[in-house]
C-alpha cells in the first residue's frame, strides 16, 4: 500500500510457491522486480531507502526460519527509468545510489535474526549491467554475499528480434563480448573469493534453433570455466522453455544443454 505494507494475501502466496520450490529440493530465489518506485532519482535517495528497508523487512520475518536453500535478492536491474542512463553504465552518482541501496538491503536482512543472520544475499550492479565500470564500482559487503549479473550477450542475437539469427563459436564478433564480460566477472569478484551468479540470460527464438543451442552451449561452456553460475531466464514468453500449459519442455534440446542430463 502507499506506507509499503506488503499485502498478506499476496505474501502468503508467495511464501506457498517459495514451499513448492523447496519440497522439490530446488534452490530458491527470492527477489523484488521492476518496482516502480525504485527509479533513481539523485534527492530521493532517502525516499527510496526507506522504502526498501520496509519492503525486505517483512520479507525477511516472514522467512526468517527457511535455511540456506532460500537466497534473497536485494533489486532487480536497479536503474533510472526512462532515462537516457537506464540501460548503459549510468553515471557516478547512480551507481553510488546502487551501493547504498545494496547495503541498506544487507542491513536490513541481517537485523532481522533468526536463520538472516547469516543467509546467502544476492546484490547487484547498475541495471544489473555486466560492463566493466558498473561491474568495477560495485562494493561488496562482507559475509555469505553473492554478485547478481544480467548477460544477453551479443545483443543481436539474444533480444533483438530484428537482429540476427546466426551464432557461431569461430566469429569473433559473436563471442568477444562475452569472452570479456565472463573474463572480468571472474577476475574482478570469483578471484576474489566473491560468488557470481548469471541470474538472467537466454536468447529468444528467431526459428533458428541450431543457433540458439550452438550460443547455449558455448555460454555454459564459458561460465563454468569461470567458476560462475548461470540461470536461464524464462519469463514464459519471449525465452520460454517450459509450456506451462502443457506441462512440458517447449525446447528439451536446450533443457539437456543447460542441465547436463538428458530427458529421455
Given at each position: 500500500d502507499e506506507e509499503g505494507n506488503v499485502s498478506e494475501v499476496w505474501m502468503d502466496r508467495v511464501q506457498e510457491v517459495v514451499d513448492m520450490a523447496l519440497e522439490e529440493d530446488l534452490y530458491v530465489i527470492l527477489n523484488t522486480h521492476h518496482e516502480n518506485w525504485m527509479s533513481l532519482i539523485p534527492g530521493q535517495e532517502e525516499r527510496i531507502e526507506e522504502r526498501l528497508r520496509k519492503l525486505w523487512k517483512q520479507i525477511a520475518v516472514r522467512f526468517?526460519?527457511?535455511?540456506?536453500?532460500?537466497?534473497?535478492?536485494?533489486?532487480?536491474?536497479?536503474?533510472?527509468?526512462d532515462s537516457?542512463?537506464?540501460?548503459?553504465?549510468?553515471t557516478e552518482e547512480l551507481r553510488k545510489m546502487v551501493n547504498d541501496l545494496n547495503l541498506a538491503f544487507v542491513e536490513t536482512v541481517r537485523e532481522s535474526g533468526g536463520k538472516n543472520k547469516s543467509r546467502y544475499l544476492l546484490?547487484?550492479?547498475?541495471?544489473?549491467?555486466?560492463?566493466?565500470?558498473?561491474?568495477?564500482?560495485?562494493?561488496?559487503?562482507?559475509?555469505?554475499?553473492?554478485?547478481?549479473?544480467?548477460?544477453?550477450?551479443?545483443?543481436d542475437f539474444c533480444q533483438n528480434k530484428e537482429g540476427s539469427t546466426q551464432w557461431s563459436e569461430d566469429n569473433l564478433r559473436d563471442t568477444e563480448e562475452l569472452q570479456r564480460a565472463f573474463m572480468q566477472m571472474n577476475q574482478l569478484f570469483v578471484q576474489e573469493g566473491i560468488p557470481v551468479v548469471v541470474t538472467e540470460f537466454?536468447?529468444?527464438?528467431?526459428?533458428?534453433?541450431?543457433d540458439r543451442q550452438a550460443w547455449?552451449?558455448?555460454?555454459?561452456?564459458?561460465?563454468?570455466?569461470?567458476?560462475?553460475?548461470?540461470?536461464?531466464?524464462?519469463?514464459g514468453s519471449t525465452y520460454q522453455l517450459l509450456d506451462r500449459e502443457n506441462n512440458s519442455w517447449k525446447y528439451p534440446e536446450l533443457v539437456e544443454i543447460l542441465t547436463g542430463k538428458s530427458l529421455e
Amino acid at each position: 500500500d502507499e506506507e509499503g505494507n506488503v499485502s498478506e494475501v499476496w505474501m502468503d502466496r508467495v511464501q506457498e510457491v517459495v514451499d513448492m520450490a523447496l519440497e522439490e529440493d530446488l534452490y530458491v530465489i527470492l527477489n523484488t522486480h521492476h518496482e516502480n518506485w525504485m527509479s533513481l532519482i539523485p534527492g530521493q535517495e532517502e525516499r527510496i531507502e526507506e522504502r526498501l528497508r520496509k519492503l525486505w523487512k517483512q520479507i525477511a520475518v516472514r522467512f526468517e526460519s527457511y535455511d540456506e536453500k532460500l537466497l534473497f535478492e536485494g533489486m532487480n536491474e536497479p536503474r533510472q527509468h526512462d532515462s537516457e542512463y537506464e540501460w548503459n553504465e549510468g553515471t557516478e552518482e547512480l551507481r553510488k545510489m546502487v551501493n547504498d541501496l545494496n547495503l541498506a538491503f544487507v542491513e536490513t536482512v541481517r537485523e532481522s535474526g533468526g536463520k538472516n543472520k547469516s543467509r546467502y544475499l544476492l546484490i547487484t550492479t547498475y541495471a544489473g549491467h555486466n560492463l566493466e565500470q558498473v561491474m568495477e564500482d560495485l562494493e561488496v559487503p562482507k559475509g555469505h554475499i553473492l554478485v547478481s549479473i544480467h548477460a544477453y550477450l551479443p545483443y543481436d542475437f539474444c533480444q533483438n528480434k530484428e537482429g540476427s539469427t546466426q551464432w557461431s563459436e569461430d566469429n569473433l564478433r559473436d563471442t568477444e563480448e562475452l569472452q570479456r564480460a565472463f573474463m572480468q566477472m571472474n577476475q574482478l569478484f570469483v578471484q576474489e573469493g566473491i560468488p557470481v551468479v548469471v541470474t538472467e540470460f537466454g536468447c529468444v527464438d528467431k526459428n533458428n534453433p541450431d543457433d540458439r543451442q550452438a550460443w547455449t552451449q558455448y555460454f555454459i561452456k564459458l561460465a563454468k570455466e569461470n567458476g560462475i553460475t548461470c540461470v536461464w531466464w524464462d519469463n514464459g514468453s519471449t525465452y520460454q522453455l517450459l509450456d506451462r500449459e502443457n506441462n512440458s519442455w517447449k525446447y528439451p534440446e536446450l533443457v539437456e544443454i543447460l542441465t547436463g542430463k538428458s530427458l529421455e
